[in-house]
């Protein structure tokens, strides 16, 4: 028997995929990939199956599927399935040690939950999907003795700052916040904001949609809801601070006072190997911090008026229910209105309010009220738009 781990990379062609892959091209004596799924780049993922020659695979398009089916352009040796099911498929796989889910949406929702079910590991760099389900998420975590292992570079950072520490020890998780491209554009200036504009991140390289969010904060929004969700915590107790380095990638302060970092290099590789070695530590793909050539680690707070999605988030998981849902779905619309150029850059935090206040509030009892009314978000975020009914006051 292969004393290797062997991981299945839902999201594959992805920002994190790829990141994913150099990863396991490094750790290739301790990693093996045997599953890999995409959205509809079928020469994409059919490369990747035949470098790493990957037995399964999985698009969720039908017509990329079926494409690639007719072409034959996966390798003989690798089984191809088509949509949710494929990819619940994969996530599934009786052989799989861990499951990496880095699909960018709410696509992986139930495959997600298949895997914790069937009681895979999961490392989950998709936030949309603890903001969307977190409690039926977490719920079945529990149930199946499955650890989410996180991704996200804040969240592996609370998650390396929590080892050992007790819940009543912790005081606040410290969330940090690069502030995006315009954290030194004047307040006047952020209504010509351009998509391209907006896609410069100062320290990421990432997927367009999360660059945009980088940019107006619903991205740390998104990142607080998903903490709360994956620590236990009271939303009271998560904050943020504007740490334009991206180094210190978040910090936990226990009870005593004192305050833990985690700091690494801006590449989503070193959590993306943590969280595939868990718990062991292995050599990583990149070289550390040198300390020779950081001139300095700011921190700073951040302006609830610069960044009103921040405040919409908080307000949203307060308020808990279906609000932080609302605010992940009319967020997402906006954005991909504003990269279309039919929304400006300040007009999306105005699409979300208009959502929170139109759509009523209630406590989700199943996993389809929720995924009820993503379609009804979808449909209101969009009318507001359309109809620039954002404007108006209710
Ligand atoms: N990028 C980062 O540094 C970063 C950091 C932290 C967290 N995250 C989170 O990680 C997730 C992925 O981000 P990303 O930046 O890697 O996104 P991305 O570059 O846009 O990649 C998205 C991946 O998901 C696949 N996909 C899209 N829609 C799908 C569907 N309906 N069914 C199945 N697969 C689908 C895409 O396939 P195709 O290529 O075929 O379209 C692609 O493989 C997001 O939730 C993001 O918030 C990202």
């Given amino acids: 028997m292969s004393a290797k781990k062997r991981v299945v990379l839902l999201g594959a062609t992805g920002s994190i995929g790829e990141n994913t892959l150099n990863v396991i091209r490094h750790a290739s004596d301790d990693l093996e990939l045997i599953g890999i799924a995409g959205n509809s780049r079928s020469e994409e993922l059919a490369g990747i199956a035949r470098e790493f020659n990957v037995p399964h695979a999985a698009l969720a398009d039908e017509s990329a599927y079926r494409e690639s089916r007719n072409g034959g352009i996966f390798p003989p040796g690798c089984r191809l399935a088509c949509g949710e099911e494929g990819l619940t498929e994969l996530a599934t796989l009786p052989d799989a040690d861990i499951v990496l889910i880095a699909t960018s949406g709410t696509a992986a929702l139930r495959p997600a939950l298949a895997a914790i079910n069937a009681g895979r590991q999961i490392a989950l760099a998709n936030k949309e999907i603890l903001v969307l389900a977190g409690k039926f998420v977490t719920e079945a975590a529990r149930r199946h003795h499955v650890r989410l292992l ?4 804040e969240h592996n ?29 004047p307040p006047e200036d952020l209504n010509r904001v351009t998509p391209r504009d907006a896609l410069a991140h100062p320290n990421w ?9 980088s940019a107006t904060m619903a991205n740390k929004g998104l990142e ?5 969700w994956l620590f236990d915590v009271e939303p009271r107790q998560i904050d943020v601070v504007l740490h334009r380095q991206s180094i210190i990638h978040s910090l936990v302060q226990l009870i005593d006072g004192s305050i833990l970092a985690q700091l690494s290099p801006p590449s989503m590789t070193f959590p993306i190997q943590y969280a595939l070695m868990y718990p062991k530590r292995v050599p990583g793909i990149q070289r550390s911090l040198d300390f020779t050539r950081i001139q300095r680690l700011d921190i700073e707070p951040v302006s609830g008026e610069r960044y009103p999605c921040l405040s919409l988030a908080r307000q949203a998981l307060e308020a808990g229910g279906i609000a932080p849902a609302i605010f992940n779905t009319a967020n997402e619309i906006a954005v991909n209105a504003f990269l279309a150029n039919s929304l400006a850059f300040l007009e999306i935090p105005k699409v979300i309010d208009r959502a929170l206040e139109r759509l009523e509030n209630f406590e989700p009892q199943t996993l389809d009220d929720v995924l009820c009314l993503e379609e009804a978000v979808r449909r209101t975020a969009s009318e507001l738009i359309e109809n620039k009914a954002w404007k108006k006051t209710s």
Avoid: N
């Fill in 150 to 153: 996180p991704v996200d570079s």
């Fill in 157 to 185: 950072a609370l998650f390396q700052c929590l080892e050992g520490r007790q819940p009543e020890e912790v005081e606040r998780l410290i969330l940090t916040a690069s502030g995006g491209a315009f954290i030194d554009w």
């Fill in 205 to 213: 390289s990432m997927g367009p949609k999360i660059t945009v969010d």
């Fill in 224 to 228: 607080m809801i998903e903490a709360y």
